[in-house]
């Protein structure tokens, strides 16, 4: 496991992960991980498709139940601790056609938390209205999703994760097919609520994730690497045991490895 020196002054990590192991079946979709990761980090996970990044953030939730090994949210279980993470699932895994207000998309974020049937409370409503202020959609909160853009759409759903309170933000891929400018302001929104929570981002581009993160780890069925951001690039290069093509500040460095695709 590799320790990371942080400016980070809390004792107990955000998350912790021992001698992780996970497979479908025959098939191994993750191999001996451990990793720390401090409170109130900005954490990027990348690796090729069927690496287990989206495996490894069902874990993190408590959706799987590892082969072995052992995961600890706060010093809890992945189940005792839901409430505090709030997730961000893949755009195109949402149903953008489904005929409800974006204020009715954002309350389903409390759905897990209120008894079967019930109604909304004024309470949550405010607390839905709050969120989409923290991603700048309140004057869209009467539309419905299929009437914004990618990028929009995505601010939704971030704000559907916050309206939980989460500690923890897991974010998986939320900026496949948005456009650069709304990249940006994306990650802009996300530096702002690092202040109060971990967010652990699984993403492809490293290119602008550079410039915004704090740690950078790869995950290929193993965990090659988990450093700072500052050595991480240069690490994944040099250790040619990062089996992607690493885009970093506009200059394409291939990196090749035992199972690179």
């Known amino acids: 496991m590799i320790e990371l020196k942080s400016k980070s002054v809390h004792k107990t990590p955000a998350i912790e992960v021992s001698n992780l192991n996970f497979s479908y079946g025959p098939t191994t979709a993750l191999k001996d991980v451990s990793i720390k990761i401090k409170q109130n980090v900005f954490l990027s996970i990348i690796g090729p498709n069927g690496g287990g990044k989206t495996t490894f953030l069902?874990?993190?939730?408590?959706?799987?139940?590892?082969?072995?090994?052992?995961?600890?949210?706060?010093?809890?279980?992945?189940?005792?601790?839901?409430?505090?993470?709030?997730?961000?699932?893949?755009?195109?895994?949402?149903?953008?056609?489904?005929?409800?207000?974006?204020?009715?998309?954002v309350l389903t974020g409390l759905a897990s938390s209120k008894p079967l049937f019930s109604n909304y409370s004024q309470s949550d409503i405010q607390r839905a209205k709050a969120a989409l202020k923290q991603v700048a959609m309140s004057d869209f909160e009467n539309r419905q999703l299929s009437q914004l853009s990618g990028g929009q759409a995505q601010r939704v759903l971030i704000a559907r994760a916050l309206v939980r309170n989460p500690k923890i933000l897991l974010l998986d891929e939320p900026l496949s097919n948005v456009d650069s400018k709304m990249q940006i302001s994306l990650y802009e929104i996300l530096k702002q609520l690092q202040k109060s929570m971990t967010i652990i981002l699984v993403t492809h581009d490293l290119a602008t994730t550079s410039s915004y993160v704090d740690e950078i780890a790869c995950l290929n069925i193993k965990l090659f690497h988990h450093g700072d951001i500052k050595g991480g690039i240069k690490a994944l290069q040099d250790s040619a045991s990062c089996p992607i093509e690493l885009i970093a500040h506009g200059i394409p460095h291939r990196v090749l490895g035992e199972r690179h695709v």
């Open 58 to 105: 069902k874990l993190l939730l408590g959706l799987f139940e590892p082969s072995s090994g052992e995961i600890k949210i706060f010093s809890k279980s992945p189940k005792d601790s839901r409430n505090l993470i709030g997730y961000v699932p893949q755009l195109s895994n949402f149903n953008r056609d489904f005929p409800a207000t974006i204020l009715d998309v």
